[in-house]
T-cell receptor
Framework: DGGITQSPKYLFRKEGQNVTLSCEQN?????MYWYRQDPGQGLRLIYY???????QKGDIAEGYSVSREKKESFPLTVTSAQKNPTAFYLC??????????FGPGTRLTVL | AQSVTQPDIHITVSEGASLELRCNYS??????LFWYVQSPGQGLQLLLK??????LVQGIKGFEAEFKRSQSSFNLRKPSVHWSDAAEYFC????????FGAGTRLTVKP
């Protein structure tokens, strides 16, 4: 699993609701990332965090929020402001050689 | 602008045939280069990476990739494809951040 766990695997949300996706890592790495994947597209960066209590917006941060209160946890909240939230969400951690290791992903569907 | 291009959206090969997936990048300096594979509904798994040195790098599952600076390319190859190689393949480059190509979907015919 690359040291990253994500839950749940599938998530359903009604329009207008916020929902939080979990991402946990057990390898004491500092940098963590959230990506969004849509069919036929590569990964797009939502947010990333390099240290506790600090995070930066990626390319498509609008409608999303994150927190980094603990080193091992980097949850992503998809807010009601996100106009098209149905997608596959991937969390990753940065390893020593600049490569990223990914969790299994969460598929979010808005009903 | 910095970009990563995978020209082939979908490739079909017969089992046992050779495979080459193309990746081109546009960066000012040589970035770090990666290939990932993704099975349906799963996360991405790192196949191989290039940082410096020998331009032919070996990865897991029998894959290799060759970095060609003059062509700004980092193509992925496998001499003999197995049915289990059917998946989506992503090229990625990292400089200040990591950028991914749109992916190439590989279908393997029996």
């Amino acid at each position: 699993d690359g040291g990253i766990t994500q839950s749940p695997k599938y998530l359903f949300r009604k329009e207008g609701q916020n929902v939080t996706l979990s991402c946990e890592q057990n390898l004491n790495h500092d940098a963590m990332y959230w990506y969004r994947q849509d069919p036929g597209q590569g990964l797009r960066l939502i947010y990333y965090s390099q240290i506790v209590n600090d995070f930066q917006k990626g390319d498509i941060a609008e409608g999303y929020s994150v927190s980094r209160e603990k080193k091992e946890s980097f949850p992503l909240t998809v807010t009601s402001a996100q106009k098209n939230p149905t997608a596959f969400y991937l969390c990753a951690r940065l390893a020593g050689g600049n490569e990223q290791f990914f969790g299994p992903g969460t598929r979010l569907t808005v009903l | 602008a910095q970009s990563v291009t995978q020209p082939d959206i979908h490739i079909t090969v017969s089992e046992g045939a050779s495979l080459e997936l193309r990746c081109n990048y546009s960066y000012g300096a040589t970035p770090y280069l990666f290939w990932y594979v993704q099975s349906p509904g799963q996360g991405l798994q790192l196949l191989l990476k290039y940082f410096s040195g020998d331009t032919l790098v070996q990865g897991i599952k029998g894959f290799e990739a060759e970095f060609k600076r003059s062509q700004s390319s980092f193509n992925l190859r496998k001499p003999s494809v197995h049915w289990s190689d059917a998946a989506e393949y992503f090229c990625a480059v990292a400089q200040n951040d990591m950028r991914f190509g749109a992916g190439t979907r590989l279908t393997v015919k029996p």
